[in-house]
């Protein structure tokens, strides 16, 4: 019979939930920012080809809305994954039955030639 | 044969050549691979190498065959003729990207790795099957991944095969063996009616895919995936500079983008000049009055002379006119056809009044909808669509559960970041350049990735370059066809057969049955993507992003929430799939047709399915008697002897 106190938390699983919800923040974060900006800048009702707001030959709303974000999820995903995700040990599989079937064969094959 | 179409026909003969040394390259090389991987099948346990690679994937092969296998053909036929298309507002459509990696490897790939070894489970169901000990809903799960998947494949595998059609394009070799396979076919039933072209490609495609992968099993699948990977990153990283640099740099480009009016919808009165009594789609036009058309269809003429109505295109921006006119971008117009009138021509639906400025602005033009390409109330979903309904795809939480540890997910998750980046916003770049290299394009969107490959390396002079680059879009539709192939194989050999019909197979039984599989399934599907049904186009709107509504919930509460239950993970299941078959069923009965669902609140469908698949799952779970409290132990907690002793605990001194 075994007891609750026998068991604690698995941490992987406490640290996924955790690195899951940064996750989806971040998500969230760039959902709105990229969103608000391109809706708010993005649908220009005018156009003047002449005066068309650039930056390094892009549109300014791209720039503003997509790229920088862009650039800027590149680094926070290398900064999560490098710097705050957690190596865990994930664990054996247990064996499989047809392992040990297949070490059976090989067994009686193995008998068989010699 | 137009003499004026001689000069296009030479491209693309020059682009065949290129494709099919390219092919004939990859097919060996994905069957060096092959032979490699087989070997390994020989020295680990069969169905876990065959099916899963032995959990062995390193940073590398993870990063590359996750990011390979999203990348369906779509990401380079489809989505370049978007852009060419709409312009730069693709740049927004496509903007979840850039947290794509974090959210589809990121939010699941530990933990499903970590209960997919506590069971042994090699496939998704199999997970499902475990975690809820039901082996009811572990066969649903496995019954819609398998139509699902079917259904994909043959949309894939017709893909495949136009894509290497178009790019064998005039190829002589390929001539010969077209004109050959169409005597021959003319006295077989089964191909009657049918292209000889497409035949010979789907066949070609078709059974290099299916032998290579059969053969080989995951590893061999995960290292043509890293090899084509490696194609489509080069691919766009040649294309990027040839295409600026040669429409005279970004700015001048945006610029001219910025001044640009989407081309007029027409239709013409033709009438043939000799004995040329075909019109063909894409035959270059232009009337007394000094007006520029291209054919948007095929049609057979008459001789008669008030002509036969063919619809068209007007080119009516003033920079691509004047690029034509003045030869700085040849256009081969056609001799052996006139324009005898012009019924109509029509500015473009959006927008509207040849506005300029749609291409580099949102909602983007169309050629018909008023609306734009993406109108505001779209905008939110996509963002919500390809990170979120990415990270419900079994396809990934395969590859999720296949690393080796924690360290290779990190690692891997910065590596496709860095990869997408390199692809997707860089395509955007290169094909708002290709609009002024390419005009009149929209008459034949899908082709203009081959078209811009095998322009830019002629204008270099290095056209052996383009076999190269057009490599790109057979290289993800492989990756993404050999990866599903597999994901069908597995689930009835694991899921139905090992699972619910013969336990105590033996391991040669299991081998001969996954060899079988893999080849039986390969093959209906080549024979269903012969002819495939006019809806098959509707249907793989509606199975693409269908997966994620049914898995996507039932996995994630199962992984993270102990109070799951079976009949919570089930009704989850079943709303994501019953709510997204709904609204694609609502769309047809109002006459919109199965490609156009209902959208409430202006939401995709695919949103909707997964709030309410998580809806049901919640409520159902609360309502119905909690789990047991032996499978919350095993999958959220461990034996308190297990703890590693932590820096801070020391062992205490004995005297």
Same mark, same amino acid.
């Given at each position: 019979?075994?007891?609750?106190?026998?068991?604690?938390?698995?941490?992987?699983?406490?640290?996924?939930?955790?690195?899951?919800?940064?996750?989806?923040?971040?998500?969230?974060?760039?959902?709105?920012?990229?969103?608000?900006?391109?809706?708010?800048?993005?649908?220009?009702?005018?156009?003047?080809?002449?005066?068309?707001?650039?930056?390094?030959?892009?549109?300014?709303?791209?720039?503003?809305?997509?790229?920088?974000?862009?650039?800027?999820?590149?680094?926070?995903?290398?900064?999560?994954?490098?710097?705050?995700?957690?190596?865990?040990?994930?664990?054996?599989?247990?064996?499989?039955?047809?392992?040990?079937?297949?070490?059976?064969?090989?067994?009686?094959?193995?008998?068989?030639?010699? | 044969?137009?003499?004026?179409?001689?000069?296009?026909?030479?491209? !693309?003969?020059? =682009?065949?050549? @290129? @494709?099919?040394?390219?092919?004939?390259?990859?097919?060996?090389?994905?069957?060096?691979?092959?032979?490699?991987?087989?070997?390994?099948?020989?020295?680990?346990?069969?169905?876990?190498?065959?099916?899963?690679?032995?959990?062995?994937?390193?940073?590398?092969?993870?990063?590359?065959?996750?990011?390979?296998?999203?990348?369906?053909?779509?990401?380079?036929?489809?989505?370049?003729?978007?852009?060419?298309?709409?312009?730069?507002?693709?740049?927004?459509?496509?903007?979840?990207?850039?947290?794509?990696?974090?959210?589809?490897?990121?939010?699941?790939?530990?933990?499903?790795?970590?209960?997919?070894?506590?069971?042994?489970?090699?496939?998704?169901?199999?997970?499902?099957?475990?975690?809820?000990?039901?082996?009811?809903?572990?066969?649903?799960?496995?019954?819609?991944?398998?139509?699902?998947?079917?259904?994909?494949?043959?949309?894939?595998?017709?893909?495949?095969?136009?894509?290497?059609?178009?790019?064998?394009?005039?190829?002589?070799?390929?001539?010969? !063996?077209?004109?050959?396979?169409?005597?021959?076919?003319?006295?077989?039933?089964?191909?009657?009616?049918?292209?000889?072209?497409?035949?010979?490609?789907?066949?070609?495609?078709?059974?290099?895919?299916?032998?290579?992968?059969?053969?080989?099993?995951?590893?061999?699948?995960?290292?043509?995936?890293?090899?084509?990977?490696?194609?489509?990153?080069?691919?766009?990283?040649?294309?990027?500079?040839?295409?600026?640099?040669?429409?005279?740099?970004?700015?001048?480009?945006?610029?001219?983008?910025?001044?640009?009016?989407?081309?007029?919808?027409?239709?013409?009165?033709?009438?043939?000049?000799?004995?040329?009594?075909?019109?063909?789609?894409?035959?270059?036009?232009?009337?007394?009055?000094?007006?520029?058309?291209?054919?948007?269809?095929?049609?057979?003429?008459?001789?008669?002379?008030?002509?036969?109505?063919?619809?068209?295109?007007?080119?009516?921006?003033? =920079?691509?006119?004047?690029?034509?006119?003045?030869?700085?971008?040849?256009?081969?117009?056609?001799?052996?056809?006139?324009?005898?009138?012009?019924?109509?021509?029509?500015?473009?639906?959006?927008? /509207?009044?040849?506005?300029?400025?749609?291409?580099?602005?949102?909602?983007?033009?169309?050629?018909?909808?008023?609306?734009?390409?993406?109108?505001?109330?779209?905008?939110?979903?996509?963002?919500?669509?390809?990170?979120?309904?990415?990270?419900?795809?079994?396809?990934?939480?395969?590859?999720?559960?296949?690393?080796?540890?924690?360290?290779? *997910?990190?690692?891997?998750?910065?590596?496709? @970041?860095?990869?997408?980046?390199?692809?997707?916003?860089?395509?955007?770049?290169?094909?708002?350049?290709?609009?002024?290299? !390419?005009?009149?394009?929209?008459?034949?969107?899908?082709?203009?990735?081959?078209?811009?490959?095998?322009?830019?390396?002629?204008?270099?002079?290095?056209?052996?370059?383009?076999?190269?680059?057009?490599?790109?879009?057979?290289?993800?539709?492989?990756?993404?066809?050999?990866?599903?192939?597999?994901?069908?194989?597995?689930?009835?050999?694991?899921?139905?057969?090992?699972?619910?019909?013969?336990?105590?197979?033996?391991?040669?039984?299991?081998?001969?049955?996954?060899?079988?599989?893999?080849?039986?399934?390969?093959?209906?599907?080549?024979?269903?993507?012969?002819?495939?049904?006019?809806?098959?186009?509707?249907?793989?709107?509606?199975? /693409?992003?269908?997966?994620?509504?049914?898995? *996507?919930?039932?996995?994630?509460?199962?992984?993270?929430?102990?109070?799951?239950?079976?009949?919570?993970?089930?009704?989850?299941?079943?709303?994501?799939?019953?709510?997204?078959?709904?609204?694609?069923? =609502?769309?047809?009965?109002?006459?919109?047709?199965?490609?156009?669902?209902?959208?409430?609140?202006?939401?995709?469908?695919?949103?909707?399915?997964?709030?309410?698949?998580?809806?049901?799952?919640?409520?159902?779970?609360?309502?119905?008697?909690?789990?047991?409290?032996?499978?919350?132990?095993?999958?959220?907690?461990?034996?308190?002897?297990?703890?590693?002793?932590?820096?801070?605990?020391?062992?205490?001194?004995?005297?």
């Amino acid at each position: 019979m075994t007891n609750a106190s026998d068991f604690e938390p698995d941490p992987l699983f406490v640290d996924s939930l955790k690195e899951a919800k940064v996750i989806l923040s971040i998500w969230l974060i760039c959902f709105v920012w990229t969103v608000s900006v391109c809706l708010s800048t993005g649908y220009a009702k005018e156009v003047d080809p002449q005066q068309f707001p650039m930056i390094l030959g892009m549109p300014t709303w791209i720039v503003w809305g997509v790229a920088l974000p862009w650039l800027l999820a590149n680094v926070v995903t290398i900064v999560f994954c490098l710097g705050y995700m957690k190596d865990a040990d994930l664990g054996e599989d247990p064996p499989d039955p047809e392992d040990v079937s297949a070490a059976g064969v090989a067994g009686q094959e193995a008998g068989h030639v010699s | 044969m137009f003499p004026e179409r001689l000069n296009s026909s030479l491209l !693309l003969a020059a =682009g065949g050549n @290129a @494709a099919l040394t390219t092919f004939l390259v990859y097919t060996l090389a994905v069957f060096g691979l092959a032979a490699l991987s087989n070997r390994l099948l020989r020295e680990r346990s069969f169905l876990k190498e065959y099916f899963l690679g032995s959990r062995s994937l390193g940073v590398w092969t993870l990063g590359l065959t996750f990011a390979a296998t999203s990348a369906s053909g779509g990401s380079f036929t489809g989505f370049p003729s978007l852009i060419y298309t709409h312009g730069w507002v693709l740049a927004f459509w496509i903007a979840s990207y850039m947290i794509f990696p974090l959210c589809t490897m990121g939010l699941l790939g530990k933990r499903i790795n970590q209960v997919a070894r506590k069971t042994g489970a090699i496939t998704v169901p199999d997970i499902l099957r475990d975690r809820f000990d039901s082996r009811s809903f572990a066969l649903l799960g496995t019954v819609l991944l398998v139509f699902f998947t079917c259904v994909n494949l043959v949309g894939q595998f017709k893909a495949g095969s136009v894509i290497l059609q178009t790019l064998l394009g005039e190829n002589e070799a390929y001539l010969r !063996l077209r004109s050959f396979a169409a005597t021959a076919m003319a006295s077989m039933p089964l191909f009657s009616g049918l292209d000889a072209g497409y035949v010979l490609c789907l066949l070609g495609f078709g059974v290099a895919v299916i032998v290579y992968t059969t053969w080989g099993g995951f590893h061999a699948v995960v290292w043509t995936d890293v090899m084509q990977g490696i194609v489509m990153v080069l691919g766009v990283i040649i294309m990027l500079p040839l295409a600026i640099s040669q429409a005279g740099g970004l700015p001048q480009a945006t610029q001219q983008l910025a001044a640009m009016i989407p081309p007029q919808n027409a239709v013409l009165r033709i009438t043939p000049v000799g004995d040329e009594l075909m019109a063909v789609k894409g035959t270059w036009l232009r009337s007394d009055d000094g007006r520029v058309f291209r054919l948007a269809e095929s049609e057979s003429l008459t001789a008669e002379p008030e002509g036969v109505p063919v619809r068209a295109i007007e080119i009516v921006d003033a =920079g691509d006119l004047q690029r034509i006119i003045s030869g700085a971008t040849p256009v081969p117009f056609s001799l052996a056809l006139k324009i005898s009138g012009v019924e109509s021509s029509v500015p473009a639906a959006f927008p /509207g009044n040849n506005r300029p400025g749609s291409f580099v602005t949102a909602p983007g033009a169309h050629a018909t909808d008023m609306h734009g390409f993406l109108p505001m109330s779209l905008a939110f979903s996509m963002f919500f669509y390809w990170a979120v309904s990415g990270t419900g795809q079994p396809g990934g939480m395969v590859r999720l559960m296949a690393f080796g540890n924690t360290k290779t *997910l990190r690692y891997s998750i910065v590596s496709v @970041a860095i990869y997408f980046s390199c692809i997707y916003f860089p395509l955007v770049v290169i094909f708002c350049c290709s609009r002024l290299l !390419l005009p009149g394009m929209e008459t034949e969107s899908d082709r203009v990735m081959p078209q811009l490959a095998v322009t830019l390396t002629n204008n270099i002079g290095a056209g052996w370059l383009a076999g190269i680059l057009i490599a790109a879009p057979f290289a993800a539709v492989m990756s993404t066809v050999d990866s599903f192939l597999l994901m069908i194989s597995s689930a009835i050999v694991r899921d139905l057969y090992q699972r619910n019909i013969n336990p105590r197979a033996t391991q040669r039984q299991l081998q001969r049955l996954s060899y079988f599989c893999t080849v039986l399934v390969g093959a209906l599907i080549v024979v269903a993507a012969l002819n495939p049904p006019k809806f098959l186009q509707y249907l793989i709107v509606y199975v /693409g992003s269908g997966l994620a509504a049914c898995f *996507l919930a039932p996995v994630t509460l199962g992984l993270y929430w102990k109070r799951t239950t079976t009949s919570g993970a089930t009704a989850a299941m079943l709303a994501g799939f019953l709510s997204h078959l709904a609204l694609y069923v =609502g769309g047809w009965l109002t006459g919109g047709g199965f490609d156009k669902p209902l959208r409430p609140l202006s939401l995709d469908p695919v949103v909707v399915a997964i709030v309410s698949s998580f809806a049901a799952g919640l409520v159902v779970s609360v309502l119905s008697d909690p789990p047991a409290e032996e499978v919350v132990r095993k999958f959220f907690y461990r034996p308190v002897s297990q703890k590693a002793p932590s820096p801070t605990e020391r062992v205490p001194e004995i005297n």
